[in-house]
Structures are given as C-alpha cells and as structure tokens.
C-alpha cells in the first residue's frame, strides 16, 4: 500500500479529481469534506501507532488542504497539528494568491502552497517531494537507477525527438550529429532521457550524477543545466530540458 494522504477539500469535484490523481500514482487517499470532518479524522489516526514508522502521528503520512472549510479552517488545523507536534507534511491548495496569504499559511507550519487552479500531476510531484524529504516510503532516488554503464554490460540506445544517446558507447547525438558532453553532462541528460516526464529536483540530479550526497543548493546543477542547453542551443533542442518552476527539471521532448 502506498503512501497514506488526506485530502481536505469541501468542493467534491475538486476533492474527487484530487484523490483520483494521487490513487493513480500509488498513494491511498481518504477524502474529508470539511475541517470538522478532518478534524475527527486526524484524531482517530493519533490514537494508533503509525504502521510505517512506529509512532502515534495522524495516522496519514501527508495532508492536502483548503483554507476555507466549514466546520475548521485550515489555518486552524495547521495550527492544532504543528501543537500537538505532528511533523506530517501539509500542502496546501487554495484560491488565496497573494504573497502575503503564502507567507502567513508558510509561517504557520505548512510545507508547502498551490494556488487554485493547479495542475494535478505538479501536485503529485510536490506531495513526492515532501514524502522523500521526510523518509516516507519509496523515494524516486531510491527507485531509480543511477547512471552510468557497469563493465562488461550494455544498455539500450535512448531516443528523445531529436537526440539519441547510447549509454555503452558513450555518445550523445542531434540528428545524427554528435554533440560533445563532459561525464556529468552526459549523466544529467542520460538521467532525463532515461526517465521522460518524470521532474528531478536539484538534489536528486545531484545525487544522482555526482553520486555524493546533497548539502546545500550552490546551484551547481542550475549551472550544469545551463552550459548544456548552450550546447543545444544551435539545433533549437534546448528547451527539451525544461525547468519546473520550484520543483526541478524534466524532460519535454
């Protein structure tokens, strides 16, 4: 069973949509109409020991929110939950789309903020994030292979529109053109062609491609990112990487 995530949302068309999405993707959703209904919920789940992590938390491994809900606001669930000290990760989605709405909701325990309407496979991707910053579960670095070719094997050529990169030989080419690719560029892009749609954040590039662990965000990787759409540039590729506004990048071939 995947992860376990409470949506909280009082429009049903939204709150079915949401939890739809997050069942495709693995993830076991239980829907909560208002903040009273949440509230309960939440509760419930403290009285019994986390499964996962042997510890009484609210029995979901991450919420999805509204602010604007009968019953209990989500401002105020954020605040019950941050007393009582549960550490679950909150994301919350809602129509409120100042800086300042985002800075209070933020400042009262929230992880996270997604401005209706939004796109349900970037909230998908930002409750991984969250799941993997915090150790639940499967993260995407543990599920994906880290490049490179072990000796003696061989691996698939990959295509991508225009590009074609064969990881035994070690070669990246446009058109059958070759395109000259230092060793980490050449994993940054055997990464993404390896993985198409999926959006890596920083540190999963970093880790990934450097096989060292990630400190701190030096920009590094934006760096590396950068010279290697210079080098895409003349063939009008360069924009197959694209970069996932506070998330990451991905490959858009």
Do not use: W
């Given at each position: 069973?995947?992860?376990?995530?409470?949506?909280?949302?009082?429009?049903?068309?939204?709150?079915?949509?949401?939890?739809?999405?997050?069942?495709?993707?693995?993830?076991?959703?239980?829907?909560?109409?208002?903040?009273?209904?949440?509230?309960?919920?939440?509760?419930?789940?403290?009285?019994?020991?986390?499964?996962?992590?042997?510890?009484?938390?609210?029995?979901?491994?991450?919420?999805?929110?509204?602010?604007?809900?009968?019953?209990?606001?989500?401002?105020?669930?954020?605040?019950?939950?941050?007393?009582?000290?549960?550490?679950?990760?909150?994301i919350v989605i809602s129509a409120r789309d100042t800086v300042a709405d985002r800075v209070a909701v933020l400042?009262?325990?929230?992880?996270?903020?997604?401005?209706?309407?939004?796109?349900?496979?970037?909230?998908?991707?930002?409750?991984?994030?969250?799941?993997?910053?915090?150790?639940?579960?499967?993260?995407?670095?543990?599920?994906?292979?880290?490049?490179?070719?072990?000796?003696?094997?061989?691996?698939?050529?990959?295509?991508?529109?225009r590009w074609t990169l064969d990881p035994t030989a070690r070669t990246f080419a446009i058109d059958h053109e070759s395109v000259s690719l230092t060793n980490t560029e050449f994993a940054i892009v055997e990464l993404l062609m390896a993985h198409p749609h999926t959006v890596f954040t920083k540190q999963q590039v970093y880790e990934l491609c450097w096989n060292e662990p990630y400190m701190v965000d030096d920009n590094t990787v934006t760096a590396h990112v950068s010279k290697i759409r210079a080098k895409l540039k003349p063939s009008g590729t360069d924009m197959y990487i694209r970069t996932v506004w506070g998330l990451g990048f991905k490959l858009d071939a």
């Open positions: 069973m995947g992860a376990r995530i409470l949506v909280i949302e009082d429009d049903a068309d939204i709150n079915e949509v949401t939890c739809t999405q997050l069942v495709r993707s693995g993830f076991d959703c239980t829907a909560a109409y208002s903040g009273s209904e949440a509230r309960l919920l939440l509760e419930r789940g403290t009285a019994e020991p986390s499964d996962d992590h042997g510890e009484a938390e609210c029995g979901f491994d991450c919420i999805v929110t509204d602010l604007m809900l009968p019953g209990m606001s989500g401002e105020r669930l954020i605040t019950m939950l941050r007393e009582r000290g549960a550490g679950v990760p909150i400042g009262l325990g929230a992880d996270d903020y997604l401005v209706k309407p939004f796109d349900l496979d970037e909230l998908v991707v930002r409750v991984q994030a969250q799941l993997r910053g915090r150790g639940y579960g499967r993260t995407a670095s543990s599920t994906i292979p880290a490049t490179g070719t072990a000796a003696g094997s061989t691996q698939p050529v990959l295509t991508a529109g």
